[in-house]
């Protein structure tokens, strides 16, 4: 079982920048899969980006540049660093952990990016 918290959302101006934590317990956070989702009103969930446990990422195209996903695995945490933030990027970002047998999701943080 895992437990999922996110934290560092909030209201940002367009061109500004946030760091969003996603702090895990009760298993073996090194072992999984860590994703960022964003779901905003009316549209699909989309998956923003990820990172392997060996440290691999990848991001989808509209973020590739902008965003950096990281994590510690001694701290059980992964990262969303955002910057150059764009009205588009409104949403609610949910921390997701998978593997072969599990997916485990938190309750998101809400980023809204407006002037």
């Known amino acids: 079982q895992v437990q999922l918290v996110e934290s560092g959302g909030g209201l940002v101006q367009p061109g500004g920048s946030l760091r969003l934590s996603c702090a895990a317990s009760?298993?073996?956070?090194?072992?999984?899969?860590m994703n960022w989702y964003r779901q905003a009103p009316g549209k699909q969930r989309e998956l923003v980006a990820s990172v392997t446990p060996s440290g691999s990422r990848n991001y989808v195209a509209s973020v590739q540049g902008r965003f950096t996903i990281s994590r510690d695995n001694a701290k059980n945490t992964v990262y969303l660093h955002m910057s150059s933030l764009k009205p588009e990027d409104t949403a609610v970002y949910l921390c997701n952990a998978v593997n072969t047998i599990y997916n485990y999701w938190g309750p998101g943080t809400q980023v809204t990016v407006s002037s």
């Open positions: 009760g298993s073996i956070f090194s072992r999984y899969v």
